[in-house]
């Protein structure tokens, strides 16, 4: 690797141990990687291998002193970090390094504007006029890609999709220009198009700013792309680092090699022709009001869905793409009744559209949802055993203990994790290894219907070929229904055998995926599909449908 003395950033022999029950345990083990100054360096690999831990040890944000550093050094611009006070630290952070999280929603304050928590960065290191800071407020908004920025200034972040979530999120670490930025998974929640321009917007800044660059991803198409050096890491070690194309061409380690051998196999399941409707919706509105003035008045609405009718048979999925925003998760969850919606829902042969709140609920154990964000959908005071087991005693109350139990620890080896973490909490799992907590959740009840949020997103490309694998084997097994929502069009090209691209709230094209896949007719999906397979290409190859 290259001197510290060329090195904006240079990671030396970092140990990183969690202390637990009087117990210890090595999460990171003596890494080491340098990053000179433009330079962009990717750490990739499994969740749970240390990637994000690596990271946040750099900012000091881990939850000390629960975690501890018994061995390492980290010296930017010649400063050993490990070593600064948290005032020290403070001024660095926002300023000199930024760093944008995994998870947008848990990033950001629900209480506060999306204007509010931008020019907060700003005047913290940067102090200058109000009326500057909006001017810069929309400018980094525009940057990103947000569209009409002027009309998100005083949005709240749940009234954003979570690909707006994750764009604000990044244009708070550009406010200050740093020098170094640290990316943690910064396009997991974004679509292909965007994803391109968020890359382009990086590299953009990279070459006018001189900015240095650490890119946490699962994502091997967007390393090949973005990055000039990489580093793999698999059980808290770097087993393999390198040039990129180095790396990417002749791999040494055997992890390396499954790494990028790994890919989801097409093979959705059809439904039988006789199978019958389980969920259907006839043109479908969720309208948001906008109100401004004193008396907050209505002056317009976001028409988040605008008229959409669909129909998903038993044992189907039905794959919903499109850009961040374009409605996808806002029409999962009217069809499930947990937003307000205008426009007949039939549920195993009832309109439950109009129903009150307690008639809904026996159908809740029927439909499940499985959400983008796993931290701010998992409660931080359950356990992972009362979290999956929640709903059995809410749905099936007269169950023994053994027997949810039992319940428990079959979900939890469904999705590949060891029964023993019903014991510990959702902080202590990596992104992906809670996004298999969310989805245990869900099947555990064994429902007719689950709409499925973007449930591979925060999986690397290993984890997300066993978790297809197993929701196709969970579908087949209990016939099951799938509403598969994802920017990943690889992953949706596994699983679904009905395709509906939306945008701006709309259908613009439907039909059984592969016929979609091969022949899209309308402008907006051969765009939309073409920035996808572009992607696959720098990366694994082309989608195979």
Request: with cysteine; net charge neutral; glycine share 8%.
């Amino acid at each position: 690797m290259d001197a510290i003395s060329q090195s904006l950033l240079s990671v030396t022999d970092l140990s990183v141990a969690f202390h637990q029950q009087g117990r210890a345990s090595l999460a990171v083990d003596r890494v080491s990687f340098d990053i000179k100054r433009g330079e962009c360096v990717a750490l990739v690999g499994e969740s749970g291998s240390g990637k994000s831990v690596s990271a946040l040890s750099v900012l000091k944000l881990l939850p000390y002193p629960v975690a501890s550093h018994p061995s390492g050094s980290i010296r930017f611009k010649g400063r050993d970090l490990l070593t600064l006070s948290e005032r020290e630290i403070r001024e660095i952070r926002g300023s000199d390094i930024s760093i944008i999280f995994q998870e947008p929603m848990t990033s950001l304050n629900p209480l506060h504007t999306i204007e509010r928590q931008i020019t907060e960065i700003i005047h913290l290191h940067r102090p200058m006029s109000n009326s500057a800071a909006r001017a810069r407020t929309l400018e980094l908004l525009t940057q990103v890609g947000i569209p009409e920025p002027e009309t998100r200034l005083g949005s709240y972040p749940h009234q954003l999709s979570g690909g707006q979530r994750q764009r604000v999120m990044i244009a708070m670490a550009l406010a200050n220009e740093p020098d170094l930025l640290i990316a943690d998974e910064p396009t997991t929640a974004l679509d292909v198009t965007v994803q391109a321009q968020i890359l382009t917007l990086l590299a953009d800044i990279r070459a006018r700013l001189g900015m240095s660059l650490l890119f946490i991803t699962h994502d091997l198409g967007i390393v090949r792309r973005i990055a000039d050096r990489v580093c793999v890491m698999n059980g808290g070690k770097i087993v393999e680092h390198g040039p990129v194309e180095q790396v990417f061409t002749a791999p040494k380690h055997p992890y390396t090699k499954a790494l990028l051998a790994a890919e989801p196999k097409p093979d959705p399941a059809p439904p039988r022709p006789d199978a019958p409707e389980v969920m259907s919706a006839n043109d479908l509105k969720v309208w948001f009001p906008i109100k401004r003035g004193l008396f907050r008045s209505t002056v317009g609405h976001i028409k988040a869905v605008d008229g959409v009718s669909l129909a998903v048979r038993r044992g189907e999925t039905l794959g919903v793409v499109g850009e961040s925003g374009s409605g996808k998760t806002t029409l999962g969850l009217a069809l499930l009744r947990l937003i307000s919606s205008d426009g007949p829902i039939v549920f195993l042969g009832r309109n439950i559209q109009g129903l009150k709140f307690k008639d809904v609920r026996p159908f809740r154990r029927n439909m499940q949802v499985v959400f983008q964000d796993p931290f701010g959908s998992l409660s931080p005071r359950m356990s992972v055993g009362d979290i999956i087991a929640e709903g059995l005693s809410v749905h099936q109350p007269k169950l023994s203990d053994d027997a949810r139990e039992a319940r428990v620890i079959k979900a939890l080896e469904d999705v590949g994790l060891d029964p023993e973490t019903r014991f510990r909490y959702p902080h202590e799992f990596s992104g992906g290894q809670r996004q298999r907590i969310s989805i245990a959740r869900a099947v555990v009840l064994e429902p007719s219907f689950i709409v499925l949020d973007e449930p591979t997103s925060a999986l690397d490309m290993l984890f997300q070929s066993q978790m297809v694998d197993l929701l196709r084997e969970l579908q087949r097994k209990h016939d099951l229904t799938y509403m598969f929502i994802s920017h990943d069009l690889r992953v949706v090209a596994a699983l679904a055998s009905h395709l509906i691209v939306m945008r701006n709230g709309k259908v613009v094209e439907e039909g059984p995926a592969a016929e979609l896949f091969k022949n899209p007719k309308s402008d907006y999906t051969r765009a939309l599909f073409a920035a996808a397979f572009r992607n696959e290409a720098a990366g694994n190859g082309a989608v195979a449908t």
